[in-house]
């Protein structure tokens, strides 16, 4: 009786660990990516957006990771001390299923100190190659 008990204990703390730590990975998946959005860097839109990305604006505007790429302004990253607009995450939810994630959060928009605009935003994440990237992302602004 004790070893079955162990065996439970076990097999539900390496679960809870495994879930935390898929949480985790994605959590700073997507902080990574609003700070590298937030200096304009290529690379951080490169590595976060998968090739077969469909990306709902919340202008109601639907594209594809090309034309995504294709709207950076082409110059390198900007200096954090020249960014206006540094984007954040409020009020995140992983749901994990496997090696995809539907990731919910409110997305902020922060102009001189403070929060100016927010968003809903929802994607789903699957992992690829060690990578946690966006195959499907939906913004809608938020009205007050």
Known sequence: MRYLILAFILLFSTSAFAQESVEEATTKAVEDFLYG????????????WAEDLTYTSSSGNRFGKAYLMSELDGAGPKDPGEVNVWYGAEDIEVKPFGDTVVFNF????????????????????IERDGLWQAVNWTATKIHE
Do not use: M, W
């Open 106 to 125: 409110t997305l902020t928009a922060e102009e001189e100190g403070k929060v100016t605009q927010y968003y809903y935003n929802t994607g789903v994440l």
């Open 37 to 48: 959005a937030s200096i304009n860097d290529p690379e951080a839109h490169e590595r976060f």
